[in-house]
């Protein structure tokens, strides 16, 4: 059976996507996977987090961002294939009354994820902020 050209044609471009789902199979030991702190991002703002990354893995396929979010609605993420995690909202932890501070609690969320995902790297990204190089580069 014949593919037709449409066909043809999103199949090379998947393949020449190395990000998200799209990363070869080995990923997980080839990779350098990195720990992205987006909790002071909004939902408005996720696009462009993914826009920025998507873009440096046309660059960098062997670089795997893991994300922590408190955003609601992870949709980009999931779209473009990404991995990550969701953390409460420092309104909703400060409503819970818990005595830690919210960065605390962030904080041991990035703790725990870095042992999960065996991360190399780690940043915190703040809304308009370009990714840091040296988070990328080998």
């Known amino acids: 059976m014949k593919k037709n050209t449409n066909e043809v044609t999103a199949n090379r471009a998947l393949e020449m996507m190395p990000s998200g789902i799209f990363l070869p199979k080995d990923a997980v030991h080839t990779s350098n996977r990195i720990l992205v702190d987006a909790t002071e991002l909004a939902d408005v703002e996720i696009p462009e987090l993914v826009d920025k990354f998507v873009q440096m893995q046309l660059h960098y396929p062997y670089v795997k ?54 991360t190399s790297r780690f940043t915190a990204m703040q809304p308009g902020q370009e990714i840091p190089r040296w988070l990328y580069e080998r």
């Open 65 to 118: 961002p893991v994300f922590l979010i408190s955003a609601l609605q992870p949709g980009e993420l999931s779209r473009a294939g990404f991995i990550y995690e969701t953390a409460l909202t420092k309104y909703w932890w400060e409503e819970l009354g818990i005595e830690a501070t919210y960065r605390e609690y962030v904080e041991r969320r990035v703790h725990e994820m870095i042992s999960v995902y065996r």
